[in-house]
């Protein structure tokens, strides 16, 4: 139930009411449960690349993602995260755009800059 999964680009999302989702699967099957799909634009595989990446502790490597994605990240969002960086959740350190420990704690609000 409301499960969100990726496959060859493509996003999709099943059903996300507890009776709508069983009785689909009991009537129709395990296919019956998606609720919607759709391919994410290039800006937006970026953006959840960026998100995820800010997860773990190095953080992303500025000019690797430049490199694969073909995004300036501080030209694209170094504004948007402005206030991230001097509330000091965030910072940039040899090369990496990461989350301070602080920025940890309140990841949810570097985050939406993404969204």
């Given at each position: ?58 953080g992303v490597d ?34 990496r755009l990461r989350l301070t ?15």
């Amino acid at each position: 139930m409301s499960a969100h999964s990726h496959w060859a680009g493509w996003r999709f999302w099943n059903l996300g009411r507890f009776g709508a989702y069983c009785r689909a699967i009991e009537s129709r099957g395990g296919g019956a449960s998606r609720a919607g799909e759709r391919f994410p634009s290039a800006r937006e595989r970026a953006a959840e690349a960026l998100f995820l990446a800010l997860r773990r502790r190095e953080g992303v490597d500025l000019a690797g993602f430049r490199d694969r994605y073909g995004l300036d990240v501080m030209g694209v969002y170094g504004g948007p995260l402005s206030d991230s960086f001097e509330a000091g959740l965030v910072e940039v350190r040899e090369g990496r755009l990461r989350l301070t420990e602080r920025g940890v704690l309140l990841s949810n609000e570097v985050f939406q800059v993404f969204v």
